[in-house]
C-alpha cells in the first residue's frame, strides 16, 4: 500500500517539476500568440538551437548548461528579433487566397532549422553529463523512519527553480514596466494601442524575441536533464502549443497553470501507461480543451473573477 | 401578429452584460431602425437575431417559431437574411458568382442560382457590373454587392448592418431608394445605421439602445425629441 | 480551344511512355501524377474550401495500409486496397472532421498536424495490425514494367481532375470558396458550414487515401515513417499546392513537376542530399513570402515581374 502512494508521490513530484519547465516553453508562445496572433510553429527548434548552444558551450568551454541561460538567451532573443523583421513581417503584408501563411512560413523555418542541425550537428543524440547530474536529495535522509521513499532530484530542482524565477521575472516586466504594459496594450488592442502612440511593429520584434528568449532559456534549463538531437523541436512544439491551449490561447497566467497541468498529466501517463504513449497523451488534451473547455483555463479563472 | 419578436434577451460575456433585457417587436412589412452610441450592443443583438450568439437570457420568436437556440445557416432558411458592417465578398469571384453561391440557398440547380442571381443584379444596380471581380469594387458598390448576396436569399426579414457608413451623397441616396424597393417587395427590414438622416427618413418605428439596454422606442418624430436619446448621444457634451 | 487542353494533355501523358523510357524516368513520371493527385486532394480541401492540412498524411498512409493490411490480414491482393481505402478512409475523414473542423483557421492546421503524428506513432506501436516498424513487404510483384503501374495512376489522375473540375462548377464549389471567404459570412447566407466542410475533408481524404493504395502496389513495401512521415508526404504536399498554385486546375500538376524535379535534383547531388529539408524549408519560405498563391495563381505577378525586367 505505501509502495502505491510512494510510486503517486514521486509521479506527481516530477509532473509539477516538469510543469514548471512546460510552463515556461509554453509562456513563450502564449506571448507571441497573445501579442502577433501567430502561431510559432518552429517554436520546438528554436529550443533545440539554444540546446545546441548550451551543449557546445559545456562541450568545448566547459561552460555550465545554467550558466548557458546567460548565453544562449540574448542569442534567440537576436535570432527572434530576427526573423521577425525579416521574414514574418513579409509574409504579413503580402496579399494571399489563404490566410494561414506566417503558419506555413514558420513551419518552414522550423524544417531550416531543423535540418541545418541535421545536417550540421549528425542525428546523434547528445547530453551534458554534469557531475551533479546524478545527485538527488532523498526523504529517508531527512525523515528517519518516513514509511515511504522519496526522491527529490538536485538538477530537476534547479531548473524548476530557475524556470520559476524566469517566470517571475517576466511577470515583473509584463506588469510593472512601461514596455511590457506596451506589449500586453498591443496584445488586447492592438487598434487602441497604435493610437496611444505605441511603435507597434517594435513591439512584435520585441516580444518575438522575448518569445524565442524564454523558451531559449527553458531549452538551456532542460540539457542537464534530457538528452538533445536535432529532431526535438517537433515535440516541444507540441508540448507549447497544448500548453497554450490548455491555458488558454494567448493567456500568460493560462500558460503556468496548464504548463502544470500537462506535466502532471505526462508524468502520471509515462509511469501508469508507458512512456511512448506520451505523443497520443498530448494530443487526447488537446482535442479535450478544445472539446470541453475552448476557452482553456484562463476562462474557468475569467468567471470566477468577475462573478456569475 | 408581429413578424420578429424579441423578448427579454440579454447577452453576457465572461461578467459583462452586452446587452441586458431587451425587448420589442418588429411587424411585417415595417423598416425599423435600431440606433445607440458606439458600443452600445447592437450589433450583438444582430448577432442573437442571426443566430451567432445564443441569447443568455430571454427568447427570440420568428413568425411565432422561437429561433433563439438555431444556427445561423438554419436562421437563414427560415427567411431571416442578413448583411455584415465589414463587407467580404469572395473576392476572387466575379459579382455575378458572389450573387449565385447565395442563390443556392434557394435554387435547385444552378442554371436557376444563376437566373435568380441576375435578377437580384438588376434589382440593386449591379447588372453591368457583373462580371467584374469583386476585389476591384469601390466601396460604394461593395456595400451593394452585400446587399444583393442577402437579398439572393429570398428572405422574409433584412437586417443591414451599417449599410450606409462611408459612403459619398448620392451613393447615400442610392442606398435609401434600393432600402424602400426592398420593402416595397414585402421584405421586412431591420437596419443599424448611423447616419441619422437615413434613419430617420425611412425607418416606421425606432428603437434606441445605450449599453446593452432599450432606452426608448418610438416613431421617428418621439425619438427625435426624447431627452433620454439626446442625453445618450450628447450626454457628455451637455454635463460639460 | 482552352476546352480540350485536359484532353490534349492526357492524350500527351497517355502516349510519353510508348516512345521507350528507361525505368527511371517511368518511374519519376509516375511521381509526378502521383503526386498531381495527392496535390488536387488537399487543393480541394485547402485551397478552395480554406481548410488548411498539414496532416495529409494520415489519409495517405491510411489508404496505404488499407491495401497492406489486406494483403497482410486477408492474403488477397493488395489492389483490392483500393477500393478497401475509399471506405476505410472516408470513416477517418469523418471522425477527424468531427474533432478538427470545429478549430478556425491556425487551430485547425495544427490540430491536423497533431493528428498526422498521431496516426503515425499509432501504426508504429499497434504492431499487432500494422506490423509496426518492419513494415509490410508485398512479395509478389504484379508487374516488371512499370507502364502499367502508370497507365493506372493517370486514370485515378484523370478521374480527379474531372471530378474536381465538376466540383468547383457546381453548388458545392462555390459553398466551399464562400466558405474560404468567410465562413461567417456564409453561415450568415444559409450554407451549413459543419456539413460541407466535412465534405469537402471527406473527398479529399479519399483521394489522397487512393493515391496512398496506389503506392503500396506500386512500391511493394510501406512503412510508419515513410506514408505517415509529416515532412515527406504532409508538407511536401503543402508544397506541391502552394508552389503550383492555390485553387487553380493546373496547380497541382504544376507544384508536381517542380517539386519531383527538384527532389530529384537534390537527390542526384551528393553533397546537398542531406540537406533536402533544408532547401525545401527554404523554397517554401521562399514561395510564401514572394508567390503565395503559387506559380498557377500569381501568373499575373509574375508576368509584372516579367515585363518590368525586359522593358528596364
Known amino acids: 500500500m505505501s509502495a502505491q502512494i510512494e510510486l503517486f508521490l514521486q509521479t506527481l513530484i516530477a509532473g509539477i517539476l516538469l510543469g514548471g519547465l512546460y510552463a ?12 502577433m496572433r501567430i502561431i510559432n510553429l518552429a517554436h520546438g527548434d528554436l529550443m533545440m538551437v539554444a540546446m545546441y548552444i548550451a551543449f557546445f558551450s559545456y562541450d568545448i568551454f566547459h561552460v555550465d548548461p545554467y550558466v548557458s541561460v546567460l548565453i544562449a538567451t540574448p542569442a534567440l532573443f537576436l535570432l527572434g528579433v530576427g526573423l521577425q523583421k525579416f521574414l514574418i513581417t513579409p509574409v504579413l503584408k503580402v496579399e494571399s487566397i489563404l490566410p494561414h501563411n506566417q503558419v506555413i512560413l514558420t513551419v518552414g523555418i522550423g524544417m531550416v532549422l531543423s535540418n541545418l542541425a541535421t545536417v550540421f550537428f549528425k542525428s546523434d543524440y547528445r547530453s551534458t553529463p554534469v557531475d551533479y547530474a546524478t545527485k538527488a536529495w532523498y526523504l529517508s535522509d531527512f525523515w528517519r523512519n518516513s514509511p515511504i521513499e522519496l526522491s527529490l532530484s538536485f538538477a530537476w530542482s534547479v531548473s524548476f ?27 488586447q488592442d492592438l487598434d487602441a494601442a497604435l493610437l496611444m502612440g505605441v511603435n507597434v511593429e517594435r513591439m512584435r520584434m520585441l516580444t518575438f524575441g522575448l518569445g524565442a528568449a524564454l523558451v531559449g532559456a527553458a531549452g538551456c534549463l532542460f540539457m542537464p536533464i534530457y538528452y ?71 476562462s474557468l479563472l475569467r468567471s470566477r473573477r468577475f462573478g456569475r | 401578429m408581429s413578424l420578429l419578436e424579441i423578448r427579454g434577451i440579454s447577452r453576457f460575456f465572461g461578467g459583462l452584460a452586452a446587452v441586458s433585457d431587451v425587448s420589442f417587436m418588429v411587424d411585417k412589412g415595417a423598416i425599423v431602425g435600431l440606433i445607440g452610441p458606439n458600443g452600445a450592443g447592437k450589433t450583438t443583438v444582430f ?22 437556440q438555431l444556427k445561423p445557416h438554419q436562421i437563414c432558411k427560415r427567411g431571416i437574411a442578413r448583411t455584415f458592417q465589414v463587407v467580404k465578398p469572395l473576392q476572387r469571384m466575379t459579382v455575378l458568382d458572389n450573387v449565385i453561391a447565395s442563390a443556392f440557398v434557394r435554387a435547385r440547380n444552378r442554371a436557376q442560382a444563376e437566373a435568380m442571381a441576375m435578377e437580384t443584379l438588376k434589382f440593386t444596380g449591379l447588372y453591368d457590373d457583373r462580371a467584374i471581380l469583386s476585389k476591384s469594387l469601390p466601396l460604394g458598390k461593395r456595400k451593394k454587392l452585400e446587399i444583393a448576396r442577402a437579398l439572393a436569399t429570398q428572405p422574409e426579414m433584412l437586417l443591414l448592418d451599417e449599410s450606409c457608413a462611408g459612403l459619398n451623397p448620392s451613393e447615400l441616396n442610392e442606398a435609401i431608394e434600393i432600402i424602400k424597393k426592398i420593402r416595397d417587395r414585402g421584405i421586412t427590414i431591420l437596419i443599424i445605421e448611423h447616419h441619422m438622416k437615413v434613419i430617420m427618413s425611412i425607418s416606421d418605428r425606432i428603437v434606441v439602445i445605450n449599453y446593452g439596454q432599450k432606452i426608448a422606442e418610438g416613431t421617428p418624430l418621439e425619438i427625435r425629441h426624447n431627452p433620454l436619446v439626446i442625453e445618450a448621444y450628447l450626454g457628455e457634451a451637455q454635463s460639460a | ?75 488477397v491482393s493488395a ?28 487551430y485547425f492546421v495544427l490540430s491536423t498536424l497533431a493528428i498526422g503524428e498521431v496516426f503515425r506513432v499509432s501504426a508504429e506501436n499497434l504492431e499487432g495490425l500494422t506490423q509496426g ?76 487515401g487512393l493515391a496512398g493504395a496506389f503506392y503500396t502496389n506500386y512500391m511493394g513495401y510501406i512503412d510508419p515513417d ?56 527554404i523554397l517554401l519560405i521562399i514561395i510564401i513570402i514572394f508567390l503565395p498563391n503559387g506559380i498557377a495563381g500569381d501568373t499575373s505577378k509574375i508576368l509584372r515581374l516579367l515585363r518590368i525586367r525586359r522593358s528596364s
Open chain 1, 161 to 187: 527553480v530557475l524556470a520559476v524565477v524566469i517566470t517571475a521575472m517576466l511577470w515583473f516586466f509584463l506588469t510593472r514596466t512601461d514596455t511590457g504594459k506596451s506589449i500586453r496594450a498591443t496584445a
Open chain 2, 47 to 68: 448577432n442573437m437575431i442571426n443566430g451567432f450568439y445564443a441569447p443568455s437570457k430571454g427568447e427570440i420568436y420568428f413568425k411565432g417559431e422561437k429561433i433563439s
Open chain 3, 79 to 106: 489492389w483490392w486496397g483500393i477500393p478497401l481505402s475509399i471506405i476505410v478512409v472516408a470513416l477517418v475523414a469523418l471522425v477527424i472532421g468531427y474533432i478538427s473542423l470545429r478549430l478556425r483557421g491556425p
Open chain 1, 228 to 298: 538533445l538531437y536535432p529532431a526535438l523541436g517537433k515535440q516541444f512544439t507540441n508540448i507549447a502549443f497544448v500548453v497554450t491551449i490548455l491555458g488558454g490561447l494567448g493567456s500568460t497566467e493560462g500558460a503556468i497553470i496548464g504548463g502544470v497541468i500537462l506535466g502532471i498529466f505526462e508524468s502520471m501517463t509515462a509511469t501508469y501507461l508507458g512512456m511512448g504513449w506520451a505523443p497520443v497523451g498530448r494530443f487526447i488534451i488537446f482535442v479535450a480543451v478544445l472539446v470541453f473547455l475552448p476557452g482553456g483555463v484562463s
Open chain 3, 133 to 208: 516498424n518492419l513494415g509490410i513487404l508485398i512479395q509478389e510483384r504484379t508487374w516488371v514494367e512499370k507502364i502499367w503501374y502508370f497507365y493506372i495512376i493517370l486514370f485515378i489522375a484523370a478521374v480527379t481532375f474531372y471530378l474536381i473540375k465538376k466540383t468547383i462548377a457546381s453548388r458545392l464549389g462555390y459553398y466551399f470558396v464562400a466558405i474560404r471567404e468567410d465562413q461567417d459570412a456564409a453561415e450568415s447566407l444559409g450554407i451549413n458550414t459543419t456539413l460541407y466542410k466535412t465534405i469537402a475533408l471527406c473527398m479529399s481524404a479519399v483521394i489522397a
Open chain 3, 226 to 281: 515513410v506514408v505517415f512521415s509529416l515532412s515527406d508526404i504532409s508538407i511536401v504536399t503543402v508544397m506541391v499546392v502552394m508552389v503550383g498554385g492555390v485553387a487553380t486546375f493546373w496547380g497541382p500538376l504544376v507544384g508536381a513537376v517542380i517539386m519531383v524535379l527538384f527532389a530529384e535534383l537534390i537527390r542526384s547531388i551528393p553533397m546537398l542530399g542531406a540537406a533536402h529539408q533544408t532547401l525545401f524549408g
Open chain 3, 1 to 75: 480551344m482552352r476546352k480540350f487542353l485536359p484532353i490534349v494533355l492526357l492524350a500527351l501523358f497517355a502516349l510519353i511512355p510508348l516512345v521507350g523510357l528507361s525505368s527511371y524516368l517511368m518511374h519519376i513520371l509516375i511521381l509526378v501524377v502521383m503526386w498531381s493527385v495527392i496535390g488536387m486532394a488537399w487543393n480541394l480541401l485547402g485551397g478552395y474550401c480554406g481548410q488548411v492540412s498539414f496532416g495529409h498524411a494520415a489519409f495517405f498512409g491510411v489508404g496505404a495500409y488499407s491495401a497492406g493490411i489486406i494483403y497482410t490480414k486477408l492474403g
Open chain 1, 24 to 35: 515556461l516553453i509554453g509562456l513563450g508562445m502564449a506571448l507571441i500568440m497573445g501579442v
